[in-house]
């Protein structure tokens, strides 16, 4: 029986030999099956085994596996009849993703996941718009007590794309439609995105933007910024390159110092965990309310660096700079 209080290692230990026993028995054709208790045993064990993870580790997590994705290395975890059957009294999963309902965006297939790892909320342009959709993410917060939200746009987002049209034509759609877009439409900065003239860079920057307005939106909601305070909650938007593969991660809503019982929307200043500043060592890092970082797929533990930078205001630098480091800190991640 799995202890009260099992240790990571313990966990481990546990999980290894139950699965060594299956598939020796596989191996040799005298699999004897399984009993619910064994499913319920072993239930006991992974849920403590995800529960004992911290957001970064869950975080590192879906970078590697995202990485293994766009290098083609995907290990596409099928799970077993006998994990399968772990599942059916509960769930466990440790992140929960809210993205775009678009065909060409299979959250699981892209993080390299598998059955139970992800709670998946998709909506046409990932908005947290609808009763549903915001109580989808609270339950994933309260009940399953995930670890990291994360609220994923992409490259080529038709619904951005629709909400970006004038009000005459929107509202010729169906009525749910045209309301859906008129809500994205609210969230963009038409002004500031007419002047990119680049029309990859003019797509990337108004699907960040919708994303950037939905990550602050949840951050007015106080019960889940107190799990942040709690350090108990990452919240994180991210972008995905269709064309390449590589998910970019970016405004990061890490630790709050002071709650005020209504949540702060995301501060202007970014945090880079994988830079430290000349003057600033890598344990004392100074922290904002919220605290953001910009984190990329590298693969190293994402909270042992860090430091504040400026909001980089030239749009298409920025943008290419980060595509390279992202390019080259998942390299990084894939070989290492």
Known sequence: MASPNPSRFDIEEETQELMTITNEQ??????????????MIQASITKAKVMS???SDVLQELQRGNARFWGGKSIRPDASAFERR????QQFPSVAILGCSDSRVPIEIVFDQGLGDIFVIRVAGNALAGWATKGSMEYAVHHLKVKVLVVMGHEGCGAVKAAQSNNTDIQKESPMLAKMLMQIKKDLDEDRLFHIR?????????VVTNVRAQ??????????????????????????????????????VSDLASTTGKGEAPSKGVQNRLMPTPTQSPQHTPK????LTASK??????????RKVGILTNVRDSMDSDLRKSEEHVAQAIQG
Not at 30 to 36: A, I, K, L
Not at 198 to 206: F, G, Q, Y
Not at 297 to 306: N, R, V
């Open 86 to 89: 772990t599942l059916i009294m």
């Open 53 to 55: 993870k911290t957001p």
């Open 297 to 306: 797929a590298s693969g190293k533990p994402p909270d042992m660096l860090g």
């Open 26 to 39: 596989e191996g040799a054709g005298t699999w004897e099956g399984f009993s619910m208790k064994d499913a």
């Open 215 to 252: 990550v602050e939106r949840l951050t007015q909601d106080a019960a889940i910024m107190q799990k942040v305070h709690d350090k108990e909650l990452i919240i994180v938007g991210a972008f995905y390159e269709i064309s390449s593969g590589i998910v970019d991660f970016f405004h990061e």
């Open 198 to 206: 680049d029309a990859r860079a003019h797509d990337r920057e108004a």
């Open 288 to 291: 904002t309310t919220p605290t």
